[in-house]
């Protein structure tokens, strides 16, 4: 292994769908190019975004930038040679989207406004043997390994 350098060499314009290939879209963010601008449009996801330091960034790359980090386990220097950006704006391109991700889908999971469907929900789960009455769903974090929760750890 060669020696490490904190330098990264950035990118004069910014990262978006067109700056990849089919397969790098599909193995690098998990999704196809059709799929990740229909995520975009359902999390309403803006033009451009706005840090608390000022930043302006373009909300596709910043999109892209969230899944990447969600699909991958690239620390910010890794990301910043991938986007082309500095860590330091890597972090915050980061943080801004994943606000606005929050902040969607707090008004989205409201649950009166998916109160007709709730039941149509529980017994889906059920028919796959889900044996909690009246389950709709839930979220457990356990897509990475640290997280994965082992029978009588300790």
Same mark, same amino acid.
């Given at each position: 292994m060669g020696w490490w350098s904190p330098q990264c060499s950035l990118a004069s314009t910014p990262r978006t769908m067109d700056s990849f290939t089919d397969d790098e879209l599909g193995s690098w963010f998990r999704f196809d190019r059709e799929a990740i601008s229909e =995520?975009? &449009?359902?999390?309403e996801v803006p033009e451009v975004l706005r840090s608390r330091c000022r930043r302006r960034f373009g909300g596709e790359e910043a999109f =892209?930038?969230? =899944?990447?980090? =969600?699909? &991958?386990?690239?620390?910010n220097m890794e990301l910043?040679?991938?986007?082309?950006r500095p860590p330091s704006a890597i972090s915050e391109m980061y943080n801004v989207m994943l606000d606005h991700?929050?902040?969607?889908?707090?008004?989205?999971?409201?649950l009166e406004m998916w109160e007709a469907q709730l039941p149509l929900f529980a017994d889906d789960l059920a028919r796959c043997g889900c044996l909690e009455a009246h389950y709709v769903g839930c979220m457990d974090g356990t897509m990475f390994t640290i997280c994965?929760?082992?029978c009588y750890a300790g």
């Amino acid at each position: 292994m060669g020696w490490w350098s904190p330098q990264c060499s950035l990118a004069s314009t910014p990262r978006t769908m067109d700056s990849f290939t089919d397969d790098e879209l599909g193995s690098w963010f998990r999704f196809d190019r059709e799929a990740i601008s229909e =995520l975009r &449009g359902l999390l309403e996801v803006p033009e451009v975004l706005r840090s608390r330091c000022r930043r302006r960034f373009g909300g596709e790359e910043a999109f =892209l930038l969230l =899944l990447r980090r =969600l699909a &991958g386990r690239e620390r910010n220097m890794e990301l910043a040679q991938i986007f082309g950006r500095p860590p330091s704006a890597i972090s915050e391109m980061y943080n801004v989207m994943l606000d606005h991700v929050y902040e969607h889908a707090r008004r989205a999971v409201r649950l009166e406004m998916w109160e007709a469907q709730l039941p149509l929900f529980a017994d889906d789960l059920a028919r796959c043997g889900c044996l909690e009455a009246h389950y709709v769903g839930c979220m457990d974090g356990t897509m990475f390994t640290i997280c994965r929760p082992v029978c009588y750890a300790g």
